[in-house]
């Protein structure tokens, strides 16, 4: 009986979420960090402190990482000459690393774990620290499908998991694109309230409308389904909003923004990618087009 126990790596504001919640649905919670003091409330909370590495490796069949990047993972567990050389208990564990790096960081890191006789499962997570656990919180997963299933219980405790295949990348590879959609959005938040500022208009007079815009997308171009069919057929009909039409509001978008003596370049990255579209005889198509130059680089 009881639940499994888990060993959490890596005390910033993730893993401190990631560890709190584990502890909160009953599980025994072993932690380390390289900063000790950042585990005492988990402790007063009843996780162990592991006095090392190999000793928080070795309390659990599974071990959470949760570090600014995977370095840092080959740091803690010994690679190349650290103190702590946890590289020996690693045989028959398994290891779940929810850090952000690139997809061949990920790969690569499960061949090293591979050689150490460990599993290894990429995650990424999809919401913020104090979202961890709660509703709405999900995260990406890829690896090994059985080793995944085994240990789902226990991850189900940092949100709701989604796998999405055994190729140890695509984890990270979804968690840089929905980033990708993620920043871009925000920066544009911020430019856009900007622009409206300078012209003397308050930001919370913008802000809202601004953000219902954002939310109503869906109703404008569909859940994604329909894009995903057009955008793979090469399907851009060009019927309502053109490249031509969306291109010039661009282009009003840079002028507006040079008079108003703000930064341009994210408002001339999007031109950039009509002026393309246009350029190439393709204005009269839907906005879409742009798609197929991206995809080429550029
Ligand atoms: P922090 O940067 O606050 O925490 C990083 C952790 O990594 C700390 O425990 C730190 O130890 C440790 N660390 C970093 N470098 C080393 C090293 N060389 N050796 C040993 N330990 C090291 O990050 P967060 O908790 O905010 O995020 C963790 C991961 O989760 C990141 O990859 C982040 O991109 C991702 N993420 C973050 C989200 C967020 O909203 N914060 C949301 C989704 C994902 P120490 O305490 O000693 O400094």
């Keep these: 009986g009881g639940l499994s126990s888990v060993t959490v790596i890596g005390l910033g504001p993730m893993g401190r979420a990631m560890a709190a919640s584990l502890l909160r649905s009953g599980h025994p919670v072993t932690v380390w960090n390289r900063t000790p003091g950042r585990a005492d409330d988990l402790v007063a909370g009843g996780a162990t402190l592991a006095p090392t590495p190999t000793a928080a490796v070795a309390a659990s069949e599974l071990t959470i990482l949760s570090l600014t990047d995977y370095q840092a993972m080959y740091d803690i567990l010994g690679l190349g000459g650290a103190t702590s050389r946890a590289s020996s208990v690693l045989a028959g564990k398994v290891l779940?690393?929810?850090?952000?790096?690139?997809?061949?960081?990920?790969?690569?890191?499960?061949?090293?774990?591979?050689?150490?006789?460990?599993?290894?499962?990429?995650?990424g997570v999809m919401v913020p620290a104090p979202a961890v656990g709660g509703p709405g919180a999900h995260v990406f997963y890829s690896g090994p499908r059985a080793v995944f299933d085994a240990h789902e219980p226990a991850l189900r405790q940092i949100g709701e998991p989604r796998y999405l295949g055994a190729d140890p990348g695509l984890a990270q590879l979804f968690y840089q694109a929905h980033l990708d959609v993620f920043l871009t959005a925000l920066s544009?938040?911020?430019?856009?309230?900007?622009?409206?500022?300078?012209?003397?208009?308050?930001?919370?007079?913008?802000?809202?409308g601004a953000m219902e815009l954002l939310t109503g997308i869906p109703t404008m171009i569909g859940d994604g389904r329909d894009l995903a069919r057009r955008l793979e057929a090469g399907e851009h009909p060009?019927?309502?909003?053109?490249?031509?039409?969306?291109?010039?509001?661009?282009?009003?978008?840079?002028?507006?923004?040079?008079?108003?003596?703000?930064?341009?370049?994210?408002?001339?990255?999007?031109?950039?990618?009509?002026?393309?579209?246009?350029?190439?005889?393709?204005?009269?198509?839907n906005?879409?087009?742009?798609?197929?130059?991206?995809r080429a680089g550029g």
């Design 188 to 208: 544009s938040l911020l430019h856009a309230t900007a622009l409206v500022a300078v012209a003397g208009v308050p930001a919370a007079d913008f802000l809202p």
């Design 96 to 123: 779940v690393n929810l850090s952000s790096d690139t997809p061949d960081a990920s790969r690569d890191a499960a061949r090293w774990a591979a050689v150490h006789g460990a599993s290894f499962v990429t995650g």
């Design 287 to 294: 906005w879409t087009v742009l798609y197929e130059f991206l």
């Design 238 to 285: 060009g019927d309502l909003s053109t490249a031509r039409m969306m291109g010039a509001t661009a282009n009003h978008i840079v002028w507006t923004s040079e008079k108003a003596g703000i930064d341009t370049r994210l408002p001339k990255a999007v031109k950039a990618h009509y002026d393309q579209a246009v350029l190439a005889g393709r204005a009269s198509e």
